[in-house]
């Protein structure tokens, strides 16, 4: 995922189905345009446990907009002539129960989706049979660490990520106001591991500023809830200007 660039990546996690139903593509095709690095496809979800109030919000449109899995896929079909940038699913696991893991891991691989990230699938699990099923379709799949996770933890779920690892800035809900500086030690610390994978920061970064920052100490960084809020009452012909100019100020 990362053979062409290894540093200042950056990773724009989109809610499939807003600010419209038929937003998506029109969302991710103006990320790419504008100079994103990676998209990350959140799966709305009733009962998000790790998203913020603007992504929950987000989501709750979205699935009000009739907004499903099986919608979504239909949506993606061909999606690959268009957009070259590696793409991940985040979506919790309910859903994707429902729809069948199996069932769900195969229409991603066949969509063209690279990845996941599931954040309430423990790992105990994935080990025990999820991870298998992943593998068998060739996707990538995503742990998220924080720090509170001690070091031994931390390996373990490096060996087991492929494409990257996802630090949590901190032990809290997406879109809070990340104050980097505070967690500068955790930082050093899983560079100093020199894991196996690479490292995004995720959680309150929204700007340039703290862009830059994360990248002092990772491969690149995520922003969700600050590009969430800039197509908040935005019709689907303004989101190409409005994501260029987002993504600008960012990078």
């Not at 994707?96 to 990845?115: H, K, L, P, S, T």
């Amino acid at each position: 995922m990362f053979e062409k660039k290894n540093k200042n990546i950056l990773s724009v996690y989109c809610t499939a189905g807003f600010p419209s139903l038929n937003s998506t593509l029109i969302v991710m095709k103006s990320l790419q345009a504008a100079g994103a690095d990676m998209i990350e496809l959140g799966i709305p979800y009733s009962d998000p446990l790790a998203d913020g109030p603007v992504i929950q919000s987000s989501g709750s449109i979205a699935l009000a907009n009739g907004m499903t899995i099986a919608h979504l896929f239909n949506q993606l079909k061909n999606f690959r002539n268009e957009i070259s940038l590696p793409v991940l699913f985040m979506g919790y696991m309910n859903p994707v129960m429902q729809y069948g893991f199996e069932n769900f891991c195969r229409d991603a691989a066949e969509a063209g989706i690279d990845g996941l990230i599931l954040p309430d699938l423990p790992m105990f699990e994935f080990k025990k049979e999820f991870g298998n099923i992943v593998r068998k379709y060739n996707l990538d799949f995503v742990f998220l660490v924080t720090p509170e996770t001690d070091e031994a933890r931390i390996r373990s779920l490096d060996q087991l990520s492929s494409g990257f690892l996802y630090a949590v800035s901190s032990s809290s809900t997406t879109g809070q106001i990340a104050t980097l500086g505070e967690q500068e030690a955790y930082f050093e610390r899983l560079k100093n591991l020199k894991l196996q994978n690479p490292v995004l920061i995720g959680f309150g970064i929204r700007d340039r500023t703290s862009f830059l920052k994360a990248c002092t100490y990772a491969n690149g960084a995520i922003i969700g809830t600050a590009y969430i809020k800039a197509l908040e009452n935005t019709t689907d012909p303004e989101i190409p200007a409005t994501t260029m100019e987002f993504i600008n100020a960012v990078k």
